[in-house]
């Protein structure tokens, strides 16, 4: 799996990159089936949405993970930059597990309909 990460409007330190990749990079198991030959690709962005409100959701962050034939997408806002990584990550994880369920009855479906 390769994993593109992008920082907007706040400093991109070695500690965010290596927190992003972390969470990112334990996806990889929910995509083995898929990574074979390492085509997946994930594209994150972190993002700082505002610098004149402190309060609020302020952080932004959004993946977007390229599997055969899909896209698969997740964003979240929060207070904290960590707190949106790590929420981005379980959308993206209940994404992938989705994607997984439909691949697999569609196989089975194909399977069985070859069985006379």
């Known amino acids: 799996m390769k994993i593109d990460i992008k920082a907007t409007q706040f400093e991109f330190t070695p500690a965010v990159k290596a ?20 085509n997946v690709e994930v594209r994150v962005e972190v993002e700082r949405i ?31 930059m960590y707190i949106s990584v790590d929420h981005m990550r379980e959308k993206l994880q209940g994404e992938i597990l989705k994607y997984k369920d439909i691949t697999l009855s569609r196989e089975k479906k194909e399977g069985s309909a070859g069985v006379s």
């Open 19 to 38: 927190y992003v990749e972390d969470k990112i990079g334990g996806l990889q198991k929910f995509i083995d089936r898929w990574d074979l030959e390492g």
């Open 50 to 80: 505002t610098h004149h409100h402190h309060k609020g959701e302020v952080f932004r962050a959004e993946a977007n993970m390229r599997l055969p034939g899909k896209v698969l997408r997740a964003e979240d806002t929060d207070v904290d």
